[in-house]
């Protein structure tokens, strides 16, 4: 396993498993054996409603706590938001069954962001959280974020994959220190993107999978990525990215792929605004 080191020192591995969309009741099975082959980054939510299953399967998995990197997620909090994401936090520690976690993310760039932040500075202060991150903010409420505030989030999990790049956006990124994360890495499968024959034609060349070309070509542009599978041969198929090199050449093939825009949905989208911050979850 590669690692990437974030601003603050804290080491964390390039390539990790994701649960988003695991019901909850299939996830300690799923996490259980994603630990078995290999896995030490587990990426959760609040919102994914199975951070329980997740703890669970970290207990009985007898992995020392100090090479797994746990990562969970604050939901939108109404005001006072520094209340109420302390006791989110604490929600979520709680469920996980862990003293801490390694990284802590604003799921969403919306509601009381800077309340929200300054709970997080607080906890990380605290030790209660390695390190800080958000998600899915755009290029202007992350500087925004930035230039406003004592700590620099070390992370931004972002929609990332063949079909959206980020490339530009990877770069601003490294400029302030913020590592890039990719949620979606596989496009959740859209635009038939196992099926797509340039990814495959590459795969061909060294004897592996579209899934394995995508995440060898995030890990390498130095995108930390989280893929998803409830299936034991994937999560093994997925780990085994470390074994070959993509070119210059068909890196730049890769890149041809890139539409610059969501397959989900632009977190600028008034619509999306909407959605996304009505929904509130139980503390
Ligand atoms: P994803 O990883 O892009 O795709 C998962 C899909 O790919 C599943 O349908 C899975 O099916 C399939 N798959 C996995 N490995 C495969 C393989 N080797 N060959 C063929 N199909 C394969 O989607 P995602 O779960 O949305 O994103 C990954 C993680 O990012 C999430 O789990 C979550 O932790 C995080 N995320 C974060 C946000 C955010 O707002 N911050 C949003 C979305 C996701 P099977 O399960 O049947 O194998």
């Known amino acids: ?79 006072p938001a520094e209340q109420n994401a302390r006791r989110a936090f604490e929600t979520s520690l709680h469920k996980l069954g862990l003293d801490h976690v390694d990284l802590y993310l604003m799921h969403q760039p919306f509601g009381d962001v800077y309340g929200q932040w300054r709970a997080m500075e607080t906890l990380h202060r605290e030790g209660l959280a390695k390190a800080i991150g958000v998600s899915n903010f755009y290029p202007d409420r992350l500087v925004d974020l930035i230039v406003n505030n004592e700590v620099t989030p070390a992370v931004n999990q972002v929609e990332a994959h063949p079909f959206f790049q980020r490339a530009d956006y990877q770069e601003l990124m490294r400029e302030h220190g913020v590592r890039i994360q990719s949620w979606g ?34 890990t390498q542009r130095g995108v930390v990525a989280i893929p998803k599978s409830v299936r034991a041969e994937r999560m093994a198929e997925n780990l085994d990215v470390f ?27 008034p619509e999306t605004v909407t959605w996304l911050a009505q929904r509130r979850l139980e503390a």
Do not use: C
Request: no cysteine.
């Open 185 to 218: 890495g596989f496009a959740e499968g859209r635009n038939d993107l196992f099926g797509n024959a340039l990814l495959a034609g590459i795969g061909e060349e060294y004897g592996k999978s579209v899934a394995q070309v995508v995440l060898r070509w995030l």
């Open 1 to 79: 396993m590669d690692y990437v080191t974030l601003n603050n020192g804290v080491e964390m591995p390039v390539l990790g498993f994701g649960v988003y969309q695991i019901p909850a009741e299939d996830t300690e099975r799923a996490v259980s054996e994603a630990l078995a082959a290999g896995y030490r980054l587990l990426d959760t939510a609040a919102a994914y409603a199975n951070e329980e299953a997740v703890g669970r399967a970290i207990k009985s998995s007898g992995v020392p706590r100090e090479d797994l990197f746990v990562t969970t997620k604050l939901w939108v909090q109404d005001a």
């Open 243 to 269: 074994d070959f090199r993509l070119t210059e050449e068909q890196m730049a093939r890769i890149a041809t792929l890139d539409t610059g825009a969501s397959l989900f949905f632009d977190h600028r989208d």
